[in-house]
């Protein structure tokens, strides 16, 4: 018995060749990060369909009246008005990142956590830090500082004044990552597998660890993949998906 060769399965799949970062957490302009950043935009996101910011691409940011960042803003906007498609997601320390900030770069601002297709398949996208539920102390300030009402009184007030409360916040942000034991830095093992048994999706990308990995389990009786990216304190973090396989690259500085 002869079988025919099975067609190919035609199906809306999405970018076939996107890039994915998070953790740049750019801060003093002209940093080594900032700089290896504007040049991976103006080169390897340049080539690619889509590039997507899981989060924390900033290590601050108050308001979109924040006037710092100017090149990167530019680069991104020049990345975009190339055609290719930028799309972000809120980190905890940049979660004030908003429409004003999209129409300057270009980007889009996506929900955290989002379900993206890629070559078919839906992936589950989030910063990270929502799957660290060991750090109660962590999850009780993202509760308050996500509510829009707190945003709305925090972005009413004079930017020198959000300025001087961020620096606050990241010093004691410090020194509580300081004093917390590693193990509840990372993300809850329960947490994860419950975001795969909700959403059904077989594998998920995420950065905020600090910790570049790809992960396979089981989640459910099925086989699971969790893909986290670095951090670019030290070098830079980049996951390749092309032709339907996924990479996660080191860039050397
Ligand atoms: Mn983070």
Known sequence: MSTQPLAPIEEPSGPRHCLFVSDVHLEAPGGAAE???????????ARAEALYILG???ESWVGDDDPGHREVIAALAALSGSGVACFLLHGNRDFL????????????LLPDPVITRFGGEPVLLTHGDAL??????????????????????FLALPLATRELLANEVRAGSKSH???????????????VDAAFRATQVRRMIHGHTHRP???????????????????WYEQGSVLRYQDGLYKLCELAR
């Open 97 to 108: 990142l908003g429409e004003g900030f999209c129409a300057r770069t270009g980007c889009r």
């Open 213 to 231: 990995a790809v992960h396979d389990a089981l989640a459910g009786g099925q086989a699971v993949q969790r893909i986290v990216l670095g951090a």
């Open 35 to 45: 700089r290896q950043f504007l040049h991976f935009l103006r080169t390897d996101a």
């Open 132 to 153: 660290c539920t060991d750090d109660h102390a962590y999850q009780e300030l993202r509760t308050l500082v996500r509510a829009p009402r707190w945003q709305r009184r």
């Open 56 to 58: 924390d691409l900033f």
């Open 177 to 191: 990552t300081a004093r917390t034991p590693p193990r509840v830095m990372d993300v809850n093992p329960q947490a």
